[in-house]
């Protein structure tokens, strides 16, 4: 059975950094994807990043783009996303998602597996 856990959330000042990880257990291909994505309330879900278990580029969104960078431990089964210089509309939950169908993507029907969620706010 696949479970994906995040954890790290919580209270951040604008300007500030935080941490997110995403933990996977359960069998899985040798190959696959780990995407973060966010939804803020009343919005719909956004794909922010995804990352390859083997290597090469991730992808990013423009919305953060050059402040926030993923990351991964295949040692661990940890897949992180550091958050830099946040803003107030970087708040809200933030998930982690699996893929196992050969590529990348921002999209959310794309992945099949999902953790429950962390809250992420930035505020002062």
């Known amino acids: 059975q696949m479970q994906l856990v995040e954890s790290g959330g919580g209270l951040v000042p604008p300007g500030g950094s935080l941490t997110l990880s995403c933990t996977i257990s359960?069998?899985?291909?040798?190959?696959?994807?780990i995407a973060w994505f966010r939804q803020a309330p009343g919005k719909e879900r956004e794909g922010i990043s995804w990352?390859?278990?083997?290597?090469?580029?991730?992808e990013y969104a423009d919305s953060v783009k050059g402040r926030f960078t993923i990351s991964r431990d295949n040692a661990k089964n940890i897949v992180y996303l550091q958050m830099d210089s946040v803003r107030p509309d970087d708040t809200g939950v933030y998930y982690c998602?699996?893929?196992?169908?050969?590529?990348?993507?921002?999209?959310?029907?794309?992945?099949?597996?999902w953790g429950q969620g962390t809250q992420v706010t930035v505020s002062s």
């Open positions: 998602a699996l893929s196992g169908r050969g590529w990348g993507s921002l999209l959310a029907y794309e992945y099949s597996y």
């Open positions: 359960g069998s899985r291909k040798d190959i696959y994807y």
């Open positions: 990352i390859s278990s083997i290597g090469g580029d991730p």
